[in-house]
């Protein structure tokens, strides 16, 4: 049995500003170390639950962010950028399950530095859905009839997974105060419960289905201001909404919407305010 591990920063236990996630800020290493331990909670509870592989990929802003030297030694880590599906680089249809740990809230709602790819974006929508990244990197787990079985990051993110995921089992080991403040466990309290909640959605995998996602979607992402709307929009294919910032992209598949997504990111992240 293989698990997949989707590990983004924002949701881990104690990362609550910039200076956590930014690797010139000061508290960077500690929230590389802190990050890497709540990955070993998990990949250990699967072994321990008759796993016969993980393969965790980083997906945290340059991708780089996991210390491989702590890793579990029998996990396999994607690591670096630039991959070209980014936070589910790698996952197919070999695995019996997903885990998506450290995630955060989608832009425009409350939760510990809600966001959903790049500040330039407030909405992305799969037809007539609003998804954050869970929510997309969630439809393509169910594109190649995967579960995603475990969400881990702050309340916020568990209900947003709750929602849209039905039988998800969700760890929150932090609880929103601010977008930079938070409720925290501790690292051993958020061990425990990474533990607890990853041994319940392993033995009742059989029970959560994958999110299966339309086919033909239509991929309408919502940016910020009109600068990042023309930038997208260069993208060919692309339909940019008059008297608006939203840009669409009608995609054969939910793959080729995540690949639209990436592009259309990169190039809105080319505006610039002087």
Known sequence: MKLYMSVDMEGITGLNDVTFIDSTRRNYERGQRIMTAEANHIIETAFEEGCTEVVVNDSHSK??????????????????????????????????????????????????????????????????????????NAYVAGYYNVP???????????????????????????????????????????????????????????????????E???LAIEFTNAGQAEWASLMPGTEAEEGSTIVRFHAKDILEAYRAMLVMTELAMQTTFC
């Open 63 to 136: 991708m780089n962010n996991l210390l491989i030297e702590k890793i579990h030694p029998q996990a396999k880590l994607i690591s670096g950028d630039v991959k070209p599906f980014s936070m589910v680089q790698g996952l197919n249809e070999s695995y019996a399950g997903a885990v998506f740990l450290g995630y955060h809230a989608r832009a425009s709602q409350r939760g510990v530095l809600s966001h959903t790819m790049i500040f330039g974006v407030r909405n992305i929508y799969i037809n007539d859905v609003v998804v954050g990244e869970l929510g997309f």
């Open 216 to 218: 033909k979607p239509l």
């Open 148 to 214: 995603v079985l475990l969400v881990a990051g702050d309340n916020r993110a568990a209900a947003e997974a709750e929602e849209l995921i039905p039988g998800v089992y969700t760890a929150a080991v932090k609880e929103y105060i601010s977008r930079t403040s938070a409720l925290c466990l501790t690292p051993q309290q958020s061990g425990r419960l990474l533990r607890e909640k990853m041994k319940v959605a392993l033995d009742n995998r059989d029970k959560i289905k994958p999110l299966v996602p339309p």
